[in-house]
């Protein structure tokens, strides 16, 4: 059963950073044949987001326009660890954040923050930025 963890998460004032890690458990990215770790966040009564994504075969990044210039997001395989640094938060950064895994996908500049093509998720972990 492939699971992924996320941490990190928590109560940040605007400005200030968070990073979020999201690591898989008892296997590696190679195991289930994982090319693409995503995240996306979603607020209650909303539509999930894509916030960003990496390509772990490509090496190529993608942001949501919301987020770029703020947020980073890098890629451990040897600890098989995507992380999701955030910084200059804002208070619509608030939302619960989801790491996804997709399996033999390589994502495109109009495909990576398609919710449909992860083939896994993590529980969650909340953020909030306080004004």
């Known amino acids: 059963e492939v699971q992924l963890v996320e941490s990190g998460g928590g109560l940040a004032q605007a400005g200030g950073s968070l990073r979020l890690s999201c690591a898989v458990s008892g296997f590696t990215f190679d195991d289930y044949n994982i090319y693409t770790i995503g995240w996306f966040r979603q607020v209650p009564g909303k539509v999930h987001e894509g916030v960003s994504c990496?390509?772990?075969?490509?090496?190529?990044?993608f942001y949501a326009d919301s987020v770029k210039g703020r947020f980073s997001i890098s890629a451990n395989n040897s600890k098989n660890t995507v992380y999701l640094q955030m910084n200059s938060l804002k208070p619509e950064d608030t939302a619960i954040y989801y790491c996804g895994a997709a399996r033999y996908f390589v994502p495109g500049d109009v495909s990576w923050n398609l919710w449909n093509e992860y083939d896994y998720w993590g529980q969650g972990t909340q953020v909030t930025v306080s004004s």
């Open positions: 990496i390509s772990l075969t490509e090496g190529t990044a």
